[in-house]
Each structure stands twice: as structure tokens, then as C-alpha cells.
């Protein structure tokens, strides 16, 4: 994964969480397949730049407001681990909700063209083969 790749990801979390649609279409494949963890939400797979917008449109009508935090992002070649939390109130409720939030990335071209998002980051780290196991005691 190239450094730029990683400024991508970053500018289109940014926007992703002012929510900016243009500015994030603008770091993602125009055939970008984007998988959401979030239940609740109108879809289970996001596809294309119409599939960003109805992403967008459906945390708006679940969330009032959110933000995603990346804590760490593992160098997988031309894919990325993303780590993080996610930090959403509820639209209705008004309940602030913080969960563990993460996304398996597949770069083309500098752009992202597949997120896969989990809310927990072992099933995380075993979709790529990371598990990480306690240490065992001798």
C-alpha cells in the first residue's frame, strides 16, 4: 500500500464524517462496492456513486451526527486494515453510541474500490489472516 493510497483513505474519512459526498466520491472508484456492518441501515452492499449517496442518505436517517477515528492502518500491499471507533448519536433516540469500527480496503489507481466494514476488530484481522492471539503462558 503506497503512502498515497493512505492519504486517500484519510481525506475520504475526513469527508465521510463532515459528510462531504463529493469530496469523498472524489478518493473513491467510481465502481466502489462498499459492504456496511451497521444494522439498521437500508442496504447491506453500497455500489457505485449512487451507492455513496444512499449510504450518506441512510446514516443520516439512523445517525445525527457520527465520526469515525482511525487508530491504526495495517499495510496489506494494494489492501489496507483500518482500525478504529466510531462515535454516532442516535437520530431519533439522541443516544451516543461508540463502537468499534473497521474497514478491510481494496485500492485501483489510487482510489478505494471495495470497503468491507466490521464492528469487531478480531473478525477484522481474521478476514485478512491477522488473528491476534493472547500470548500463551509457558
Known amino acids: 500500500?503506497?503512502?498515497?493510497?493512505?492519504?486517500?483513505?484519510?481525506?475520504?474519512?475526513e469527508a465521510f464524517n463532515r459528510p462531504d459526498i463529493e469530496a469523498l466520491l472524489e478518493e473513491l472508484d467510481p465502481e466502489v462496492e462498499w459492504y456496511s456492518?451497521?444494522?439498521?441501515?437500508?442496504?447491506?452492499?453500497?455500489?457505485?456513486?449512487e451507492g455513496v449517496h444512499e449510504l450518506v442518505?441512510?446514516?443520516?436517517?439512523?445517525?445525527a451526527s457520527w465520526t469515525f477515528e482511525v487508530s491504526d492502518i495495517r499495510d496489506l500491499g494494494d489492501r489496507a486494515l483500518s482500525l478504529g471507533r466510531l462515535y454516532a448519536r442516535g437520530h431519533e433516540s439522541g443516544v451516543q453510541t461508540e463502537v468499534s469500527f473497521n474497514q478491510l480496503l481494496d485500492f485501483?489507481?489510487?482510489?478505494?474500490?471495495r470497503v468491507r466494514s466490521f464492528l469487531d476488530s478480531e473478525e477484522a484481522l481474521d478476514a485478512v489472516g491477522l488473528s491476534e492471539e493472547p500470548p500463551k503462558n509457558p
Open 57 to 63: 442518505r441512510d446514516m443520516g436517517e439512523v445517525f
Open 108 to 113: 485501483r489507481g489510487g482510489k478505494v474500490m
Open 37 to 49: 456492518a451497521l444494522s439498521g441501515m437500508g442496504s447491506e452492499v453500497y455500489r457505485g456513486v
Open 1 to 13: 500500500m503506497s503512502q498515497e493510497n493512505v492519504k486517500a483513505y484519510m481525506r475520504a474519512v
